[in-house]
């Protein structure tokens, strides 16, 4: 039943839709939209996590190598925003639109994505740690429906399923990190992703001005005009600030004067098309 709360911000709706202005991806990095089914015949991957980072202090114990398979059969899987593949055909994570002080890939899989409009097409699940800015805490994200279910039906889920005693070992690894407040990366070099090399990276595309900015932004987008989106707004430690949503114009203004003065970093979303970051200073 449709919730019948008349207010959109406080609809009981999916969190992906423009209207709550909340995108998982900045909160737990990792959504529905970026992921998959990952039990269907025609789009599946191990059936589990290929590892791509064995030395992470969360796979401790459990025996797990480069490119070997933890398994957890599962029916949904949540997704990490991709910038694009390695040499070898895994997933980069796009650390940069993100806006996260440091994120790390432990593992993934792949499966059916039915969010897009040209769906069904290939989705991802990915298995991430992640700290979001130097003040804020750690966050490890499995992504799966099933990490903690037991072998029933189509899915064999994590415990109970063929790798039960390793994800049973993973699972005190990351309880234990998490308590004790220890090192959840493969090195200890802390945030390596700060405001400067966020900036230095950022694909600004030109189409937001003017920069600086007295609070009146206009974007520009070379999409066609039914294509609606989002421009996200971060302060320097990475947390978002403001979300505004995007019509199908391919170019409109955006009031962004409710932020303090200062530096900020954007990344624009067209929905099918690639993320565009820059760096942007505000003036009043």
């Given at each position: 039943?449709?919730?019948?709360?008349?207010?959109?911000?406080?609809?009981?709706?999916?969190?992906?839709?423009?209207?709550?202005?909340y995108p998982v991806l900045n909160s737990i990095g990792v959504d529905w939209v970026h992921g998959a089914y990952a039990n269907q015949a025609a789009?599946?991957?191990?059936?589990?996590?290929?590892?791509?980072?064995?030395?992470?202090?969360?796979?401790?114990?459990?025996?797990l190598s480069y490119h070997s398979t933890l398994s957890c059969k599962s029916n949904e899987d949540d997704g990490a925003l991709i910038a694009g593949?390695?040499?070898?055909?895994?997933?980069?994570?796009?650390?940069?639109?993100?806006?996260?002080?440091?994120?790390?890939?432990?593992?993934?899989?792949?499966?059916?994505s039915v969010y897009y409009p040209n769906s069904p097409q290939t989705g991802y699940c990915t298995f991430i740690a992640l700290h979001k800015a130097?003040?804020?805490?750690?966050?490890?994200?499995?992504?799966?429906?099933?990490?903690?279910?037991e072998n029933t039906g189509s899915s064999s889920g994590g415990f109970g399923g063929p790798d039960s005693v390793k994800v049973?070992?993973?699972?005190?690894?990351?309880?234990?990190?998490?308590?004790?407040?220890?090192?959840?990366?493969?090195?200890?070099?802390?945030?390596?992703?700060?405001?400067?090399s966020y900036a230095?990276?950022?694909?600004?595309?030109?189409?937001?001005f003017p920069n600086p900015s007295s609070g009146?932004?206009?974007?520009?987008?070379?999409?066609?005009?039914d294509k609606t989106g989002t421009v996200d707004f971060y302060d320097q430690s990475g947390r978002l600030v403001l979300t505004r949503v995007l019509s199908g114009e391919k170019q409109q203004t955006v009031d962004i004067s409710q932020l303090a003065e200062g530096t900020y970093f954007y990344t624009v979303r067209t929905e099918g098309?690639?993320?565009?970051?820059?760096?942007?200073?505000?003036?009043?």
């Open positions: 039943t449709l919730d019948p709360e008349p207010n959109p911000l406080l609809k009981t709706i999916n969190w992906p839709l423009p209207t709550l202005q789009y599946h991957g191990w059936y589990g996590f290929r590892i791509t980072n064995p030395s992470s202090p969360i796979l401790a114990g459990s025996g593949f390695n040499s070898v055909s895994d997933p980069i994570l796009d650390s940069v639109s993100l806006g996260f002080c440091r994120i790390e890939l432990i593992g993934y899989d792949y499966g059916e130097p003040a804020a805490g750690n966050i490890i994200n499995v992504a799966s429906s099933n990490w903690c279910g049973q070992i993973i699972t005190n690894n990351m309880l234990n990190l998490l308590l004790t407040g220890s090192n959840i990366f493969s090195d200890s070099s802390g945030c390596v992703l700060s405001s400067d230095d990276n950022a694909r600004s595309s030109g189409n937001v009146q932004l206009t974007i520009r987008r070379n999409v066609p005009e098309e690639n993320p565009e970051t820059g760096k942007l200073v505000l003036i009043h």
